[in-house]
């Protein structure tokens, strides 16, 4: 049915509404949260630099860098530190000095991430920030990770920032972070957006996790909903933990090995729940091997991470990362292929699920490679693409679902349209039953008339060959429409009877069928040649339907062949079993044969409703059935009798082997 124009039109509204409302947002989310920041990689790029309009971003190569060291301020005030070393060599503790020019009395803000695992700060001699204690071993230092924002007053001499670091708990020792330094003002505005930033996308993904929990929840069958919710919370948890290191704040007695480990873990949540989000959305099109040996990878990894010491899984950072920038490229291509391949995987919605995870693809590689070439480049392009991901792959979900409810529609309506057709084959049948009732009784009192008149005649000695021939002929009718009336009744319930089927030993079935007819031809002067496969395969069927074909066939062929041959061979391929029933006798005229199987249609004065029901019979069961007459039939060695060529019938029918794996027709197994 064509929709009305206006409620496309309404529709196409909602969609433009829709999209605009999430671009405002994502905008709100990736730009309006930013601060004014000036990335700082040389103590020249501080000189004049103003603090009050804009926040420096103090890189470690600003610093002056004591190696292996451990100063404090008193050190540094009396003479007792090393020259400063360079920026080649890896250090596992390292303290950092640097001394600004700031306006005095102004009062300023540090803010920063320690995820150095160990770190204190002091300006002009005071402790200003602390998370964990540095130490110049694996037994000195307590390793701690954790955002820190401080403020101090500017004093009349230069500022001085001391740092001390330590890292024995990472294969790599890990490196100061950047560290951010501005006017107050500045400071907390910065951090008020940060965790406006979080909160938003706290907010966002959460609100989908749950969204899309309760749509699977509604829709249990639907396991894309559940694995995009999992998705959206690996997001939200990754904001808390990885992006921003909120955990420690959240759960303060937290270990930091298990804040370390649940950080990377959740990575590896994120993309297995990932995957299989795309693998439920392209239909379970995507390279199955690639799936499960992606999957089996990162759960094997999360399983050597939770049983070795960090120092031991850090080692291998590098090839897991490289392996992530395979996997998930892999992905993609397969992604791609797959749309490019299948027709029924060019829609709205998959197109948006490969532009949206492209989009979060491209974005994390183009930071990662970013941050390697410049290990000083200030970029968050992780969370932008996040956020593409989250709302491009709403957009396709709802698209989704409402193509999902479309289909429901219709096939809630052709179900309704069914069981109203059922509804009428029964009252049919019903219709049927009582009209064959209410029949039966006229017909038994005229038969029975008809043979009176013909015993009263007989016995009065009344011959008159006429009147014989009339009564004779009154009997045969009568009787030709009691068998019509059967027939009728027999059509109408044979599809109800086809759905009592069970697995049937074919082999046995037909043996015993044909095997019944043997002396009935014999009377007839007719030879039966039978010719069978050993090891057929079963067919799914009711035993009395299949008698039924097999009796109509080798009643047909009887009728019509006299002293003949009749032969029946039954062979299989595995996937259909083959019958084939042929005689020797009169064949059917030319002009007969297309209309063979209409009900009604006889060469002789039966009822013409065996071979219609025959026929529907065989492709109620899923197979085909076929009458050639005449045809020129081959002696067997079995028989001595003569072929007759050009005379004859030849009828045919295939019918599915029953596999349980494989049940194409969608027959019902049932005991009956």
């Given amino acids: 049915m064509i929709q009305p124009s206006h409620k496309k039109h309404n529709r196409t ?266 693998d439920a959305m392209f239909q379970k099109k995507t390279n199955q091997f690639l799936l499960w040996g992606g999957i089996g990878i990162l759960c094997a990894h999360a399983i050597f991470m939770m049983l070795t010491p960090p120092i031991l899984y850090s080692q291998f950072n590098n090839h897991y990362n490289i392996f992530l920038v395979i996997f998930t490229a892999a992905i993609m291509v397969n992604m791609a292929q797959i749309v490019f391949k299948h027709r029924d995987m060019r829609r709205g919605e998959s197109i948006l699920v490969l532009i949206g995870c492209a989009a979060n693809v491209g974005l994390g590689f183009g930071e990662a490679a970013l941050r390697a070439a410049t290990p000083t480049a200030t970029v968050n392009f992780t969370q932008v693409g996040t956020m593409i991901f989250i709302f491009i792959n709403t957009i396709a979900l709802a698209l989704y679902f409402r193509r999902a409810e479309k289909e429901a529609e219709a096939a809630r309506t052709l179900a309704a349209a069914n069981a109203a057709l059922d509804s009428l084959n029964r009252m049919k049948a019903q219709y049927l039953a009582n009209m064959s009732h209410e029949i039966k009784t006229p017909l038994a009192v005229i038969l029975g008339d008809i043979q009176r008149i013909a015993w009263v005649l007989e016995k009065h000695g009344f011959e008159n060959e006429r009147i014989s021939q009339s009564v004779s002929r009154s009997q045969n009718e009568v009787n030709r429409i009691a068998r019509l009336t059967e027939s009728a009744i027999k059509m109408s319930s044979l599809q109800e009877a086809s759905e009592k089927m069970k697995p049937l030993d074919t082999g046995l079935l037909f043996t015993t069928s044909i095997e019944a007819y043997r002396s009935l031809m014999e009377k007839q002067g007719n030879a039966l040649i039978v010719s069978i496969d050993e090891d057929l395969p079963q067919i799914l069927g009711n035993t009395d339907e299949f008698i039924g074909v097999m009796s109509n066939l080798l009643t047909n062929a009887n009728k019509h062949t006299k002293n003949g041959n009749i032969s029946v061979e039954i062979k299989s391929d595995g996937e259909w079993i083959y019958t084939a029933v042929t005689d020797t006798g009169t064949g059917i005229p030319p002009e007969l044969l297309p209309q063979i199987f209409e009900r009604g249609v006889s060469g002789s004065d039966s009822t013409g409703m065996g071979l219609a029901i025959s026929r529907q019979t065989i492709e109620t069961h899923g197979g085909m059935i076929n009458i050639e007459s005449p045809v020129a039939w081959a002696s067997s060695e079995r028989s001595e009798r003569p072929a007759v060529p050009g005379k004859g019938t030849r009828a045919t029918f295939k019918i599915p082997a029953y596999k349980v794996e494989n049940n194409k027709n969608g027959l019902v197994e049932s005991d009956v």
């Fill in 13 to 278: 509204i909602n969609t433009i509404l829709f999209l605009a409302v999430a671009l405002t947002l994502f905008l709100a989310v990736t730009l309006l949260t930013d601060s004014c920041i000036k990335n700082i990689t040389s103590p020249a790029q501080l000189e004049g630099f103003d603090f009050s309009s804009r926040i420096a971003m103090l890189n470690p190569s600003v610093f002056e860098r004591y190696m292996d060291a451990l100063y404090t301020p008193e050190d540094f005030a009396g003479g007792l530190t090393s020259p400063p070393t360079g920026w080649g060599a890896r250090s596992d503790f390292t303290t950092y000095r640097l001394v600004l020019d700031l306006q005095e009395g102004m009062v300023y803000g540090l803010s920063g991430l320690s995820a150095t695992h160990a770190m204190t700060i002091w300006v002009d001699g005071v402790i200003l920030a602390e998370a964990g204690l540095p130490g110049d071993s694996i037994y000195t230092m307590t390793p701690r990770t954790s955002y820190f924002t401080t403020y101090f007053v500017a004093g009349a001499e230069a500022t001085e920032i001391i740092v001390q670091r330590a890292s024995f708990v990472l294969y790599h020792g890990g490196r100061l972070n950047p560290i951010y330094i501005g006017e107050q003002h500045l400071i907390t505005a910065m951090h008020t957006l940060a965790h406006v930033r979080v909160a938003t996308i706290l907010g966002i993904t959460l609100m989908a996790a749950l969204l899309f929990l309760g749509i699977f929840l509604f829709f249990k069958n639907q396991l894309r909903f559940m694995w995009f919710s999992l998705v959206c919370l690996m997001i939200a948890i990754r904001t808390i933990g990885i992006d921003n290191r909120l955990v420690a704040t959240l759960f303060p007695n937290l270990t930091w090995q298990l804040d370390y480990l649940i950080a990377y873990i959740i990575t590896s949540g994120f993309i297995v729940f990932i995957v299989l989000y795309l």
